[in-house]
Nanobody, 120 residues
Framework: QVQLVESGGGFVLAGGSLRLSCAAS????????MGWFRQAPGKEREFVAA????????AYADSVKGRFTISRDNAKNTVYLQMNNLKPEDTAVYYC?????????????WGQGTQVTVSS
């Protein structure tokens, strides 16, 4: 099992940027695909982005393509989500996920989430 702790959320105006971080524990981090999801109030949790253990392959939801970038630093056991040109509809609690079940959007382990609020 992987333990995940997100950070970097906050309040930003539309058009602004934030970078989320997810610190992971566990010996298999460097071989594990990781993902980011989000859940807005009153909506189901949705897939945002994923990255393979090597970092070579990534996947994105259509709604964030060209604006968000997922990356990882295996030496630091950390996955990042760089979010640019943020929109009010990006407002949500963002969750890091590990323990891949099915690429790219099925995972077993989840962090506690970090709030991102984008105001117009």
């Amino acid at each position: 099992q992987v333990q995940l702790v997100e950070s970097g959320g906050g309040f930003v105006l539309a058009g602004g940027s934030l970078r989320l971080s997810c610190a992971a524990s566990g010996r298999t981090f460097t071989r594990s695909a990781m993902g980011w999801f989000r859940q807005a109030p009153g909506k189901e949790r949705e897939f945002v982005a994923a990255i393979t253990g090597s970092g070579v392959i990534t996947a994105y939801a259509d709604s964030v393509k060209g604006r968000f970038t997922i990356s990882r630093d295996n030496a630091k056991n950390t996955v990042y989500l760089q979010m640019n040109n943020l929109k009010p509809e990006d407002t949500a609690v963002y969750y890091c996920a590990g323990g891949l079940a099915t690429w790219p959007n099925k995972y077993a382990d989840w962090g506690q989430g970090t709030q991102v609020t984008v105001s117009s």
